[in-house]
């Protein structure tokens, strides 16, 4: 289970400048949601409260029913990937998407899984390859491994596709469903793109002047 409550959440910095005002939502389990509109009006900011990236101003965030204000993001079982694919240049693929594994599994098992994720990212062959010697593509399906690997309950993806060509935003929209009907995770995509969204969206949370403006059921 999965279910995400925001109720009532502002966020605003020292200098006084608001960027979420009051926002309510409510995200079913296994939900793929959508947070779409220009830049500045606090998308970023709206995931990275989920997360736990930054403290709430004001505001309750529940994770199934429990309220995690103030659990670190650790603790949240969540898993992000950035618009940034954050690799670390002087690791394998094969050891950027297992690093931090070995507290939680032993050698063994962090091949198995691996081997599984790269099978269904179609990386299998480049494991041994570093990220400088990657196409874009390449690296954000790393990114996406490194994420996925974890197998959280929550999945948060910050404009991952915004530096890619249209070509590659397709081939890679679709690989982010598949991937999100393979692990019944609850997903939350940040974009600006409006035909992301609509391919990607079960609901699309639209995002002007701070506020929920709309919000759009796109199942089809």
């Known amino acids: 289970m999965a279910k995400i409550e925001i109720r009532n959440v502002s966020k605003s910095y020292q200098n006084g400048i608001l960027v979420l005002d009051n926002i309510n939502l409510t995200i079913n389990d296994q939900e793929f949601i959508v947070i779409q509109g220009p830049s500045g009006v606090g998308k970023t900011s709206l995931i990275r409260l989920i997360a736990g990236l930054e403290p709430i101003t004001s505001g309750e965030i529940y994770f199934d ?31 950027n998407i297992a690093f931090g594994l070995s507290d939680l599994y032993n050698k063994n098992e962090i091949e198995e899984k691996i081997k599984e994720i790269a ?15 990657l196409s874009a593509g390449q690296q954000q399906r790393v990114a996406l491994g490194r994420a996925m690997i974890r197998k959280a309950k929550i999945y948060l993806m910050d404009e991952p596709l915004s530096s890619l060509d249209n070509k590659l935003k397709k081939e890679m929209c679709a690989l982010i469903l598949k991937i999100h009907q393979k692990m019944g995770a609850t997903t939350i995509y940040v974009t600006h793109d409006e035909n992301e969204a609509k391919y990607l969206a079960d609901r699309i949370v639209v995002i002007t002047d701070n506020k929920i403006n709309e919000i759009i059921d796109n199942r089809h």
Do not use: C, T, W
């Open 65 to 95: 029913h429990k309220l995690v204000n103030a659990l670190l993001p650790s603790e949240r079982g969540i898993a992000m990937v950035f618009q940034s694919d954050a690799l670390f240049p002087n690791l394998s693929v094969y050891d």
């Open 119 to 133: 099978d269904l990212l179609e990386i299998n062959k480049l494991l041994n390859r570093k990220s400088p010697q």
